[in-house]
């Protein structure tokens, strides 16, 4: 009996031992793959900006720069900047989405290691908005729209790269620095860190005050050197920062964007579809939900239009002709042809450049801008496939009471749920869809994790 | 260049293959070694005692159950009853630790497979109380506690399981239903849940909220049918009951000990290392302490000593020599002959029997039980190191001036800190002992994970 024990206990230690062995080779391997692709960034650098070219790159159009000498002397060294932009995959990206979009794409063009974290686990955490069925879905959508929004501004996409939140957001090392951060990170000042990008609510989940200790652990875990975001994500930052080095960790240079109004001005609501354009939405669907945008005369503040002039449009000229530049026709004059903001808001201000002549322009530039992405969705059955899973249509309306079928409705499985525009789902089976219903097991596959 | 990527992507791929191959055969091993052990078990399983038998002795002196017919469910089929105990590893127990180890004695002698869990990392995440460079000394200091107080007691402990929480609390799938349960449960109910367990301060940590949460899955982890704790625990269980299946986890039985007053009485100081008695203070330390403690002629509300006699010396009696029997001697008169709790507060409500004559007895009788503590604590030079590393005795005082000497004053490393009753340290290096200074993977070390 006790022999018997005695030699599984060996067989144990031996499978233990070369388990071991193993996972020493792999990593090693997976050193070697790491330093190969590398040296092929190396080979296509692009070095023929200087390093004041590439910081006026990078800093276009910023708000706000939290210690920008770590990315400069990062720069002056001739090193590789390595930036992260996070995204939780929720809600569908409509064409706001452009505006980090570009931002990276100067990124790219400056010669930087762009890492887009597709934020799967904070989608998750964010009240739900990327309820547990759905994220994997949510997150390859979100690969396929990226990708597609930069070759639409015609950048190259070498030095980019996609990392899956969780892919190293369970592991337990990283478990162990949320404990770490959590004992040293008030309740107090957690909610506050969150309190521009989490959704506040009555009653809020306990998921809300982790979300700011994972995206500040992401920096040590993307090991880069910046993090870029909104300006609303000030305060997680500023948590970063704060938290960071307490655990023995380097603090980031930080860049921010500032808020640009939605195109069609004003609040957007979330509620209301029509009050986004979809990065998918058809010429006609696009020309049809611009006419109705807020564009009051003589204004240039919460401007939605010129806002997308000043923060994609031109830049985007800039990257695809090398100069930036956009033109608006009119009936009866010459086109005004700008290269800077600054004098369309001041002809804007004069009613030179009345909305009048904005609209239209501004529409057939988006519309020309999406034509692309469109393409390439038609050309894609697999982006279509996931596009049908990540965000299930309604279920269909009941057939006559006698012929009642309930297969078939909707996605995934045919449970009962519709994704809302904020990213969560409603329906009779949005309890199971949310967290699943079979443990942290079943959840992990549900992110896609048993494919590994 | 392309091809030698591919082969290192093959390579890796390969070992991947062959890592979950080996993984599986571990896993496969396991549960052999998991079977066998099960077997060893069931030929020195007790089976003198009826179900009803085993019943009245799981439920002795117990304040409250919750869901009792899960428990008896279990144990009507002929089936182990499985029963958790955690114990945050945090400051020195002291004799109230007798408490909850004879009602896990009565449940060893019931039949039960008792797993106690060294919550390692929950005494980290209560305010720090086991900082990450203690936490593994701590750990080993209260299993040698907890062997020798059932060894005193003289209860087989071959169906006593140890389980450190850091075993399985930082895995993936763990981390995950972490995550899952934060979505669904609120701050406000997280803190409520925790408000008597996890200390309140003014700017609390988050780590505080995590607390509960883990402490419902650790049900679910440690595949039991029970959970044991303190009648302060409650509101913990009541969130387990209701969260647990709410991801697809059954409920549990839950068994709650009465809050048990202090020997000395009153409220104990966790502040004032003289309010408390160390399971390894010696007798004459014993006696001094215990001569200052209160208990008033004629109150048994309350009363330290009544109490320890109550759910310590009555049951230890009882499972040491069959019976419950306590004896008070007395100068002129025959003995004070007692075998249940009722007679004795009838006889101190009328005066006959004196906390003159009571304190005597009950200090001699806890001589006796700590007596084989304090002997095997004698002779196990392992223990002793264990107990230096565990609680660091305060800095030596500083030298002369001119020859200032830093280094040997004190343990870890001989870093400044000095480890309080409540188990936090204070001291110059506090920071650095609190959480670690380099990461997750260095904190896990420091848990004793690199062991394995």
Same sequence: chains 1, 2.
């Avoid at 369970?170 to 478990?175: I, T």
């Avoid at 951060?181 to 107090?188: F, G, V």
């Avoid at 800039?318 to 009119?330: N, Q, Y």
Wanted: aromatic share 6%; proline share 6%.
């Amino acid at each position: 009996m006790a022999d018997d024990t005695q030699a599984i206990k060996d067989e144990i230690a031996l499978l233990e031992k070369n388990i071991a062995e193993l996972q020493a080779q792999l990593k090693d391997a997976q050193a070697r793959l790491e330093k190969k692709q590398w040296d092929a960034v190396d080979r296509t650098f692009d070095t023929k900006l200087s390093v004041d070219q590439q910081l006026a790159l990078i800093n276009t159009n910023l708000k706000e720069v939290l210690n920008p000498e770590i990315m400069e002397s990062v720069l002056r060294k001739g090193e590789h900047l390595k930036i992260y932009w996070g995204t939780a995959t929720t809600g569908r990206p409509h064409c706001g989405y452009f505006v980090p979009v570009l931002k990276i794409a100067q990124f790219l063009r400056a010669g930087c290691h762009v890492k887009i974290l597709l934020a799967d686990i904070h989608g998750f955490l964010d009240n739900l908005k990327a309820p547990i069925e759905l994220v994997k879905y949510r997150a390859e959508y979100y690969r396929f729209v990226i990708i597609a929004l930069l070759k639409a501004i015609n950048v190259p996409i070498n030095k980019l790269e996609f990392v899956l939140g969780s892919e190293f957001e369970l592991k337990p090392d990283y478990m162990m620095d949320v404990l770490r951060l959590a004992s040293i990170t008030s309740e107090h000042d957690a909610k506050k860190a969150g309190a521009e990008v989490v959704k506040q609510t009555e009653n809020a989940p306990l998921s809300g005050l982790i979300y700011p200790l994972m995206q500040a652990l992401d920096e040590q875990y993307l090991d880069v050197d910046v993090q870029f975001g909104g300006l609303d994500q000030r305060k997680i930052f500023a948590l970063a920062k704060e938290v960071l080095p307490k655990v023995g960790y380097k603090e980031r240079c930080h860049l921010m964007n500032p808020m640009v109004p939605g195109l069609q001005g004003g609040k957007m609501s979330a509620s209301d579809p029509d009050s986004k354009i979809d990065v998918l939405d058809t010429a006609d669907a696009v020309r049809k939900k611009l006419k109705k945008a807020f564009a009051p005369p003589k204004q240039v503040e919460e401007n939605g239009i010129l806002s997308f002039v000043e923060y994609v449009l031109l830049p985007a000229g800039e990257l695809r002709h090398g100069t930036p530049k956009f033109i608006v026709e009119r009936r009866d004059a010459e086109p005004l042809v700008y290269t800077e903001i600054a004098q369309m808001h001041k002809d804007y201000l004069d009613d030179i450049l009345t909305p009048q002549m904005l609209k239209p322009a501004v529409t057939e530039a988006l519309v020309e801008l999406l034509a692309p992405v469109q393409s390439e969705f038609q050309a894609t059955p697999a982006w279509q496939e996931i596009e049908k899973k990540a965000y299930p249509p309604p279920p269909a309306p009941p057939k006559k009471e006698k012929k009642k079928k309930d297969k078939g409705t909707g996605y995934p499985g045919a449970k009962k749920v519709t994704a809302q525009p904020d990213g969560h789902v409603e329906g009779a089976d949005k309890a199971v869809v949310d967290v699943g219903a079979d443990g942290g097991a079943k959840a992990m596959e549900k992110l896609g994790l048993e494919e590994k």
